[in-house]
């Protein structure tokens, strides 16, 4: 079941903006992931940042975790047309994963 | 991280009838999964698949609508049965994987549309 929200519902940006979504999540965790879909595709596997820390790198990509707010943010730097996607932060309780709703992230070249 | 194959990528399907989807993995794994995306939504997890036991379902989701197979460790189906229009998704399967240092993450499938007439 989705365990949390996130914000905006969509995003549009111009190539080389900065794109920031935000996840909100109820219950305590293991991990958050986030994942990127195209067009309805399968969901690629981006980032985790375990429940012991705040922040983590990944090329273009940061992302935060707060822990006493239940929230994180992804940060996506210097966006490109091929961003264009949507994204979906996913808490690990135990094995199993709960997701948001998703950022609908539109980059326009 | 694991490769991971779904047949058929997409189907057009008539009320009434069934359609099995399958789901093959590179490697052996323990667990795996079976989500559903209906369309504009996020991912709902189904059920469970765990090689030697039962399928483990989630709330509003039963055995006799979705039953699923698991005969080994790297191939699991899904099987959508007596299908209506309220079916029309995305299914997709996926595994549960470590991550060195980092703990479990799951992997996915490329999903299959399905639109039920």
Redesign the interface.
């Given at each position: 079941s989705q365990q949390g929200e996130e914000d905006p519902q969509a995003l549009s940006i111009q190539e080389g903006e900065n794109a920031t979504m935000n996840c909100s999540y109820k219950t305590s965790i293991n991990n958050l992931q986030w994942y990127r879909q195209n067009s309805g595709r399968g969901l690629v596997h981006l980032i985790l940042i375990r429940s012991n820390e705040r922040e983590k790198h990944s090329g273009r990509l940061r992302v935060t975790l707060d822990t006493s707010k239940k929230s994180s943010s992804l940060l996506i730097t210097a966006s490109r047309a091929a961003d264009t996607a949507s994204y979906f932060c996913a808490t690990l309780n135990d094995y199993k994963l709960s997701f948001g709703a998703g950022t609908t992230v539109t980059v326009r070249a | 991280?694991a490769v991971?194959s779904q047949k058929p990528s997409r189907d057009i399907c008539q009320r009434g009838t069934s359609l099995t989807i399958q789901c093959q993995v590179d490697s052996q794994v323990t667990?795996m999964?079976w989500y559903r995306?209906q369309p504009g939504?996020?991912?709902?997890?189904i059920a469970?698949a765990n090689q030697g036991s039962e399928a483990t379902y989630?709330?509003g989701f039963v055995i006799d609508k979705f039953p699923i197979s698991r005969p080994n460790l790297t191939f699991s189906t899904l099987t959508v049965s007596n299908m209506s229009p309220e079916d029309s998704s995305?299914y997709?399967c996926?595994v549960?994987t470590p991550?060195a240092g980092?703990?479990?993450?799951?992997?996915?499938?490329?999903?299959t549309?399905l639109t039920v007439l």
């Open positions: - | 991280s991971i667990m999964f995306q939504q996020s991912l709902t997890l469970t989630e709330s995305i997709l996926s549960l991550m980092d703990g479990n993450t799951q992997y996915f499938g490329p999903g549309r």
